[in-house]
């Protein structure tokens, strides 16, 4: 139907659909079958079986999820480049904390590192940022700087990502969705013919359920504070110690760069996505749930 769009992600598992008329936003995760029980490794090195050149791009903003995969990438000999974004906004730098981190991580573990310089007034009061999102309806503005990166990219390109947003959480709890905002990755990379994968974490139901089960071992073994992201994922993916977390923008005055109006004019123009998730049986099993959609994040 004209009014739906409907598209797969990830190795396929993952099927999408949007409904124009009812702004209503649908992920359903599929069962497949997989081979039980392998290392992550394994997992991600079929995720990248098929890449189109031998030296992969890694999006890396200094976060947890994509230096997992560097530490992959590392233990594994395969020739990756980070691509990390250094935020301005009148000559700031906005993500300092983050460039500390991959500065460092690609220091130590002789990695290129590709900076590019992205002058935030460029990109929003320009309105370029409408170009990049308005397409597929996106309401955050920062998205359109992911955008703006992945048209940097030269050889095939890598997102950290994140699992599906299916988690235990305390009692008979379950967290999610996945928002559209986050989901529209691999339709801009598609759009732009950019092969590349635009969530490594979640490629897989296979991948997707290893990292599902960390969630739970890790929420339900350790003290109250570990369960907010980041203390939890540095638990799951056995760092030292935990990270403080800063994606830049949210340090930004409003007086300088005012993302809650450019969030304001991309609502007007997509409205408000209601967002909903479904999953199967083995993902069910994980969460011992009877239930199997949600549509909010309690």
Same mark, same amino acid.
């Given at each position: 139907?004209d &009014?739906?769009?409907s598209?797969?992600? @990830?190795?396929?598992?993952?099927k ?7 702004? #209503? ?7 497949n079958?997989? #081979?039980p029980n392998r290392?992550?490794?394994a997992?991600f090195?079929s995720? =990248? #079986?098929?890449?189109?050149?031998n030296?992969?791009d890694l =999006? ?8 997992l995969? =560097? ?6 000999k395969i020739?990756v480049?980070a691509i990390?974004? +250094?935020i301005?906004v009148?000559?700031a730098?906005?993500? +300092?904390v983050?460039?500390y981190y991959s500065e460092k991580?690609c220091r !130590? &573990? &002789?990695?290129?590192?590709h ?7 460029d990109?929003?009061h320009n !309105?370029?940022?409408?170009d ?6 996106i309401?955050?503005p920062?998205?359109a700087?992911?955008?703006?990166l992945? !048209? ?15 988690? $235990?959480?305390?009692?008979n709890?379950?967290?999610?969705p ?6 529209c ?7 732009? %013919?950019?092969? @590349?994968?635009? %969530? ?7 991948s997707?359920?290893y990292?599902? /089960?960390?969630h ?12 907010t992201v980041?203390?939890l ?10 990270r ?5 923008w949210?340090?930004?005055? $409003?007086?300088l760069l005012?993302? /809650? ?6 609502? !007007?123009?997509v409205g408000t996505?209601? &967002?909903k998730i479904k999953w199967g %049986?083995?993902? @069910?099993?994980? =969460?011992?749930?009877n239930t199997n959609?949600n549509s909010s994040?309690?």
């Amino acid at each position: 139907m004209d &009014n739906i769009l409907s598209w797969a992600s @990830g190795d396929g598992f993952i099927k999408r659909s949007l409904n124009y008329t009812t702004n #209503e936003f649908l992920t359903e995760l599929t069962d497949n079958e997989f #081979e039980p029980n392998r290392d992550i490794d394994a997992i991600f090195s079929s995720h =990248l #079986e098929k890449r189109q050149t031998n030296t992969i791009d890694l =999006l890396y903003s200094g976060g947890l999820d994509s230096e997992l995969v =560097l530490m992959f990438c590392i233990r594994n000999k395969i020739p990756v480049n980070a691509i990390t974004m +250094v935020i301005k906004v009148k000559g700031a730098i906005l993500n +300092v904390v983050d460039l500390y981190y991959s500065e460092k991580f690609c220091r !130590e &573990n &002789n990695i290129k590192q590709h900076l590019f310089h992205l002058d935030a007034e460029d990109i929003f009061h320009n !309105e370029a940022y409408i170009d990049y999102l308005v397409p597929y309806q996106i309401t955050d503005p920062h998205f359109a700087s992911h955008f703006w990166l992945l !048209e940097k990219c030269q050889n095939f390109p890598v997102i950290g990502g994140d699992w599906p947003w299916v988690h $235990a959480h305390k009692v008979n709890k379950i967290l999610s969705p996945f928002r559209i905002d986050v989901c529209c990755h691999d339709r801009f990379m598609a759009d732009k %013919n950019i092969p @590349g994968i635009s %969530n490594m974490i979640g490629h897989s139901l296979e991948s997707s359920c290893y990292f599902i /089960k960390k969630h739970i071992d890790n929420y339900e073994t350790g003290s109250d504070h570990y369960h907010t992201v980041p203390f939890l994922k540095y638990k799951m993916y056995q760092y030292d110690k935990p990270r403080i977390r800063s994606y830049g923008w949210e340090t930004c005055p $409003a007086q300088l760069l005012d993302l /809650k109006n450019y969030k304001s004019i991309l609502l !007007e123009r997509v409205g408000t996505i209601k &967002n909903k998730i479904k999953w199967g %049986n083995k993902i @069910g099993d994980i =969460l011992q749930s009877n239930t199997n959609e949600n549509s909010s994040f309690t």
